[in-house]
């Protein structure tokens, strides 16, 4: 087998992964204000913005005050991580994980095509029901599909199984904005008090999404 070769360097640019990413993080925390967010949700703003490199996204998260205790505590335990979107799942670094956590995205589960003709919904919100057996008590990620959130949400109000946490942070320009603002009023409109972290607006993403993950897997960064 040929060996590969290397180019010339014609650029001057930092190349040592672990300077990468110290530089980064000491960039966002310069920059970026926090100081709205829990104590100990600095780590996962950090490298949400991160994966999004949008400081200005600091002012748009919303954390939970017990998000980062119950998220931890639940993925300690060896609960599951269930994703709307196999990018999310693909983006979470398995060796983060404190247990081996399964992590599962349903989607192309084949019932899935079928309830979303029967429901007159997406594929994303109706592989969310498929989440049933398995969501108590489980660390949910939705990166991708605002109606997958608004699916998650009307089972918890009609009374099914509640997660541990949940990483809400669906992109795009119908329903995103609506489905995460429902997310930070659920509490107070329907008595459900999941813990949760959201980014208020359009933004959104499997970046987004699998970053909150890895910082809720493990405290060091």
């Known amino acids: 087998m ?5 180019p010339n360097r014609h650029y001057e640019y930092i190349d040592d992964g672990p300077a990468i990413y110290t530089d980064s993080f000491a960039t966002i925390r310069r920059e970026a204000s926090l100081d709205h967010l829990p104590a100990d949700a600095e780590r996962l703003a950090v490298r949400m913005i991160h994966g999004t490199g949008q400081v200005d996204l600091a002012a748009d998260l919303v954390v939970h005050p017990r998000l980062v205790t119950a998220a931890r505590k639940a993925l300690v335990s060896g609960a599951p991580i269930l994703c709307d979107a196999g990018m999310v799942a693909a983006g979470v670094t398995r060796a983060r994980l404190p247990a081996g956590n399964d992590v599962r995205c349903l989607l192309s589960d084949p019932r899935v095509p079928g309830l979303a003709r029967e429901w007159g919904t997406t594929r994303s919100a109706a ?21 997958a959130l608004f699916h998650l949400m009307e089972m918890l109000i009609d009374g ?6 949940i990483v809400g942070c669906p992109v795009g320009f119908i329903g995103a904005a ?14 459900i008090d999941v813990p949760y972290v959201t980014a208020l ?13 890895n ?7």
């Open 127 to 147: 592989a969310v029901s498929l989440w049933e057996k398995e969501l108590e008590g489980a660390v949910v990620a939705v990166g991708n599909a605002p109606t």
């Open 2 to 6: 040929t060996h590969p070769r290397r």
């Open 160 to 165: 099914g199984p509640r997660p541990a946490a």
């Open 178 to 191: 609506e489905s995460k603002q429902a997310l930070t009023e659920l509490a107070d409109r329907h008595g």
């Open 201 to 213: 607006g359009r933004r959104g993403g499997s970046a987004m999404t699998s970053s909150a993950l």
């Open 215 to 221: 910082a809720l897997a493990k405290e060091e960064e």
